[in-house]
């Protein structure tokens, strides 16, 4: 399922706002059924590139294809086709505060499946449980629930159209160490089951030793490395030294370790 095959292809991306220029000839492959991981520095430009894909922020130059089509040059009517192929999970949620869970999770069914509401709604209550919510959790409204429960709530709702692409913004920020990881192994269950491909920009070190099958590394204007954790980890550079060989990143590096061992032989 996991190939090499492309599905989002960015080339020369240039960002900037006024003066400030966020990206300056960024390259970057998604691709098909894989995990990426993307990090970098505060202010790096992670969550730009993300807006960049998904139609939300025009680039200021450069390219971005998306299934072989260029974004860019499409008529509105299909590039909305195309986003529609995305499932995109912000960094707060972005769960509407008046409606509760299923009616939060029915609305892109609604407004862009053409569903009933009953069907919807009924639909809503797989992709909540699907994300493992409690059924009881349908009628809640997002007020009522813990940070863990929302996030998985604005998984359900990302993953309400059945997308090919999952965009998230980190996931697990606010989360306790249990349910960040309770997360994680959700994210790769549903993505083994499924077969989306997923962009994960993440802080959380324990997040891309446990789920990612690539890393791409922001820094200076532009994806510095983008490859399996060994060869980043190894890419010469002072951030990527810093976080990835730091009292932090030794701990999350050999706690992926001791997961792959039999239970006998970890320490
Ligand atoms: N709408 C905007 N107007 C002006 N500047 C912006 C806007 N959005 C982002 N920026 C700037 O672009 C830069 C990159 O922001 P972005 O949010 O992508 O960083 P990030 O890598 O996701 O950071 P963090 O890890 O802290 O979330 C920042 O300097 C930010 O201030």
Known sequence: ??????????????????RHVVHDGLDLDIRRGEILGVVGGSGTGKSVLLRSIVGLKRPDGGSIRVF?????????????????????????????????????????????????RVDAERLARVKLALAGLPADAARLDPAALS???????????ALALDPEVLF????TAGLDPIGAAAFDRLLVTLRDALGFSVFLVTHDLDTLYSSCDRVAVIAQKRVLV??????????????????????????????????????????
């Open 1 to 18: 399922m996991r190939g090499s095959e492309p599905i989002v292809e960015i080339r020369g991306l240039v960002n900037r706002f006024g």
């Open 168 to 171: 998230l913004d980190e996931p």
């Open 147 to 157: 940070g863990g429960m929302i996030k998985r709530a604005a998984l359900a709702r």
């Open 226 to 267: 983008a490859d399996t954790l060994s060869v980043v980890e190894a890419t010469d550079d002072p951030w990527i030294r810093d976080y990835f060989h730091g009292p932090r990143g030794r701990a999350a590096n050999k706690a992926a370790q001791q997961s792959t061992l039999p239970e006998g032989e970890r320490r």
């Open 68 to 116: 072989g089509e260029e974004l860019q040059r499409l008529p509105s009517s299909r590039r909305a086709s195309i986003e529609r192929r995305f499932g995109v999970l912000f960094q707060r949620g972005a769960l509407f505060s008046s409606l509760n869970l299923q009616e939060n999770v029915a609305l892109p069914l609604i407004e862009h499946a053409g569903l009933s």
